[in-house]
T-cell receptor, first 110, second 116 residues
Framework: QKEVEQNSGPLSVPEGAIASLNCTYS??????FFWYRQYSGKSPELIMS????GDKEDGRFTAQLNKASQYVSLLIRDSQPSDSATYLC??????????FGGGTRLMVKP | DTGVSQDPRHKITKRGQNVTFRCDPI?????LYWYRQTLGQGPEFLTY????????KSRLLSDRFSAERPKGSFSTLEIQRTEQGDSAMYLC??????????????FGPGTRLLVL
C-alpha cells in the first residue's frame, strides 16, 4: 500500500462546475496535509495546507480533512480552464517527511 | 526575495558524466530539500538540510548522489557517473522550520535532467 494514494484521473469537469479531488493516507499519526498544483513541465505550487479536522476555505478552494478516515479532499468551486493541472496531495508522515501522492490530473472543459 | 531558484533549468548529459545542480532557497528559510520527480509520479524525497547539517537521506539515494549545503545557504546536488535512469526533474524546496507542525515547503522551478 502506498503511503499517499490518489486517483490518477483524468478527472474531467465542465467549466463552472465543482471539481472534487480525493486523497487517502496510511500513516495514522500524520498531522500536516498539503495540496499542491502542478502545471505540465512546471514545479509544484502550494494551494493549501490543513492541520485540523473539518473544512478550510480559501477563495474557490476548500480543503477537507478527516483524520479518523485518513482522508483529505480538495474542492474547487467554479472550475476554470486555467485550473487544468495535476493536483498533488502531500502528507507529513511519522518520520517528519513530506510524502506525495502520484497526483490527479484535472481537466476543465470550456 | 522572489522565491527558490535553481540552476541550470535544463541539463543534457551523456551517460557516465558527472552533473551538479544548484539551489538557492528563500533567504530566511533554514531547511532545504531535494526531490526527484519522474513523469506521472509525485516528487520523491532525496535528502534535506537544516542549516548546513544534512539530517536525512533517502534509502533510495545511491552513493552516486551527494548533496552539500556548506554555509547553510545555497545547496548543490551532484550525480556522479550518470545513468539513463537518472533522467528526471530534480526539485529543490525550502521552508522555515520552527519546531511545530506549520512547516510549509516552497518549490523552485526544478532542473530537468536528460541522460543520453
Amino acid at each position: 500500500q502506498k503511503e499517499v494514494e490518489q486517483n490518477s484521473g483524468p478527472l474531467s469537469v465542465p467549466e463552472g462546475a465543482i471539481a472534487s479531488l480525493n486523497c487517502t493516507y496510511s500513516d495514522r499519526v500524520s498531522q500536516s496535509f498539503f495540496w499542491y498544483r502542478q502545471y505540465s513541465g512546471k514545479s509544484p505550487e502550494l494551494i493549501m495546507s490543513i492541520y485540523s479536522n473539518g473544512d478550510k476555505e480559501d477563495g474557490r478552494f476548500t480543503a477537507q480533512l478527516n483524520k479518523a478516515s485518513q482522508y483529505v479532499s480538495l474542492l474547487i468551486r467554479d472550475s476554470q480552464p486555467s485550473d487544468s493541472a495535476t493536483y498533488l496531495c502531500a502528507v507529513v508522515n511519522a518520520g517528519n517527511m513530506l510524502t506525495f501522492g502520484g497526483g490527479t490530473r484535472l481537466m476543465v472543459k470550456p | 526575495d522572489t522565491g527558490v531558484s535553481q540552476d541550470p533549468r535544463h541539463k543534457i548529459t551523456k551517460r557516465g558524466q558527472n552533473v551538479t545542480f544548484r539551489c538557492d532557497p528563500i533567504s530566511e528559510h533554514n531547511r532545504l530539500y531535494w526531490y526527484r520527480q519522474t513523469l506521472g509520479q509525485g516528487p520523491e524525497f532525496l535528502t534535506y538540510f537544516q542549516n548546513e547539517a544534512q539530517l536525512e537521506k533517502s534509502r533510495l539515494l545511491s552513493d552516486r548522489f551527494s548533496a552539500e549545503r556548506p554555509k547553510g545557504s545555497f545547496s548543490t546536488l551532484e550525480i556522479q557517473r550518470t545513468e539513463q535512469g537518472d533522467s528526471a526533474m530534480y526539485l529543490c524546496a525550502s521552508s522555515f522550520w520552527q519546531g511545530w507542525i506549520g512547516e510549509t515547503q516552497y518549490f523552485g522551478p526544478g532542473t530537468r535532467l536528460l541522460v543520453l
